[in-house]
C-alpha cells in the first residue's frame, strides 16, 4: 500500500489546516490508518486514528478536542482537521496504514507543518 500525503504548511498559532492522506494499492477492507508526527529531536508519535469499518477513533490527549480525524472508504483518503493550532503541534506528520488482521504496515512520506507563536 503506498500513502500519498498532503496539506502540511505554515500556520499562526490558533490557526488551522487540514492534512489529506490518499492509499492506493491493495487495501485491505479491515483497516486502520491515522496519522503520527515526529518532532525534532523526539520520538514519532500517534496523533490519530481511524478504523475503515465502522470508523472507531483513538487520539493522543494532546491533540483531544483540537484535531479530528475523518476517512472516505470510496476515497481511499483519511484527513486530519486540525484547529487551535499551538506551537507544540510542529512536526512532520506522517500518514499511516495498517492491515488489520495480518503484520502489515505502510507509512506516507510525510508532511511538515510549523506553527509560529
Known amino acids: 500500500v503506498q500513502l500519498q500525503a498532503f496539506g502540511g504548511g505554515l500556520v499562526q498559532a490558533g490557526g488551522s489546516l487540514r492534512l489529506s492522506c490518499v492509499a492506493s494499492g491493495s487495501i485491505a477492507v479491515i483497516n486502520t490508518m491515522g496519522w503520527y508526527r515526529q518532532a525534532l529531536e523526539k520520538e514519532r508519535e500517534l496523533v490519530a486514528t481511524i478504523t475503515s469499518t465502522i470508523g472507531i477513533t483513538q487520539y493522543a490527549d494532546s491533540v483531544k478536542g483540537r484535531f479530528t480525524i475523518s476517512r472516505v472508504n470510496a476515497n481511499n483518503t483519511i484527513y486530519l482537521e486540525m484547529n487551535s493550532l499551538k506551537p507544540e503541534d510542529t512536526a512532520v506528520y506522517y500518514c499511516?496504514?495498517?492491515?488489520?488482521?495480518?503484520?502489515?504496515?505502510?507509512w506516507g512520506q510525510g508532511t511538515e507543518l510549523t506553527v509560529s507563536s
Open positions: 499511516n496504514y495498517k492491515h488489520v488482521w495480518v503484520p502489515q504496515e505502510s
